[in-house]
């Protein structure tokens, strides 16, 4: 590592522009938790390290009108985590979040960074996926926006091209009825890597599902958007029949690696198990159980 | 290659260092600035031991690069005690006899006091659950988790 040149950008523009110029050779630094492991063991070797914690919109959390929340790319689990707002609005995508690591971790770590690190098992992705978020992105030909279930091309790698940079993290609208949860099976009971991940986000109105979204982490190259669950869930009252017929979608779905932590068969019926689970907890949340 | 030039507080005093871009806080406050305190077991944030107080948060100082502390106000075990008293999570370790071969125990007390300073009176699932990220192969853990719950009790007696 002793190549290495540090820039703490004070702006997007100047983090994209020295990010460019670098032509592939930097890397963005948020909270450094798997950076700075990866670099220390020599899995990535950046000539340019562009620290990015300084720059105002990484670094906010903006209500940008009532129920609507923008992240910024680089803010901190602990930090999230004491906005109570925020917290009631996407308890899903909070737990997921706050799963990841030790309070020294969640000190530094960020979504942005989970989802840039761009592991098919990163904790808080299928919660954003199934939340609706989208990637808020700016580079040397300007702006654009990226639905999370889009955002991953393969394990480790992401749609951002040269000189782009994850700005934030922008949440619809919450509807009221609404709510989400996030379920992981792990070898071990904390600090450990999913071996089958499941977000999933609900409104009911009378009884009425009207909107759902499901997804699936570790089970496959990139995290999953389950369409087909938004399809039979919407205009349902959500009964054991209906999340059955969804479980077996989910397990459909799966294309996982064959491992030490878990077998193909083993994730797959674990995923179908947890989607259920998953779906309940987000309706009882919405029911105020 | 030139060195970065940083400006910042530690225990509440300034402090100005010369770091390289690759040197993590951790190597800065043990080589350069000689606080010792802070250990170095894992170096990849899964042991605690390097654990400081960054801006009011519990951060493990082997992830985070010297370079970063730009403009920041941090805590170590070093500034824990004052004017010679010990600090009452110190002094309720000994007491306890919640440490034995003493490398995580400045980890450990950081990241108690950290815990305190955002919740004054935790529960004990809390306490462990908070001092999830320091690991000690001495003690059991047992011993530290009562001494944190002490020392939370006597705060609340004594306001």
Known sequence: ?289 | MSKIQISTKINDENVEYLCEPHDTMLDVLRNQLELTGSKESCGSGDCGSCSIILDGELVCSCLMLAAEAEGSKLETIEGMSEGGKLHALQQKFLEKAALQCGICTPGFLMASKALLDHNPSPTETEVRFWLAGNLCRCTGYDKIVKAVLEVADDMKESA
Request: charged residues 20%; proline residues 4%; contains cysteine.
């Open chain 1, 1 to 289: 590592m002793s190549e290495t040149q540090y820039l703490a950008a004070k702006t997007i523009d100047e983090a994209v522009n020295a990010h460019s110029k670098a032509n592939g050779s930097a890397r963005f630094l948020a909270g450094g938790t798997d950076l700075l492991v990866q670099i220390k063991s020599g899995i990535k070797k950046p000539n340019l390290v562009i620290d990015v914690k300084k720059i105002v919109e990484l670094n906010t959390i903006d209500e940008v009108s009532e129920n609507e929340f923008i992240v910024g790319a680089s803010v901190s689990g602990a930090n999230l985590n004491r906005n109570p707002k925020f917290s009631k609005l996407w308890p899903g995508v909070l737990e997921a979040f706050r799963l990841i690591g030790s309070e020294q971790i969640q000190g530094r770590a960020s979504l942005g960074g989970n989802l840039c690190n761009g592991s098919p098992a990163g904790d808080s992705v299928p919660a954003l996926i199934a939340a609706g978020c989208k990637a808020l992105i700016a580079g040397p030909n300007g702006k654009r926006e990226v639905p999370i279930e889009d955002f991953h091309t393969g394990p480790g790698k992401t749609v951002l091209e040269n000189g782009e940079m994850l700005v934030s993290l922008k949440f619809p609208k919450r509807e009221s009825n609404s709510s989400d949860a996030y379920l992981r099976m792990t070898p071990r009971t904390e600090m450990d890597i999913a071996v089958v991940g499941c977000g999933v986000s609900i409104s009911i109105e009378n009884n009425l599902c009207t909107s759902a979204r499901v997804s699936m982490g570790a089970v496959a190259p990139t995290p999953l958007l389950i369409n087909e669950a938004t399809n039979i869930m919407v205009g349902s009252n959500l009964n054991s029949e209906i999340l059955e017929k969804v479980s077996r979608l989910c397990m459909d779905a799966c294309n996982p690696i064959d491992d030490k932590r878990g077998t193909i068969e083993y994730r797959t019926k674990v995923a179908g198990v947890l989607f259920k689970r998953t779906a309940l907890i987000a309706i009882d949340r919405i029911k105020g159980n």
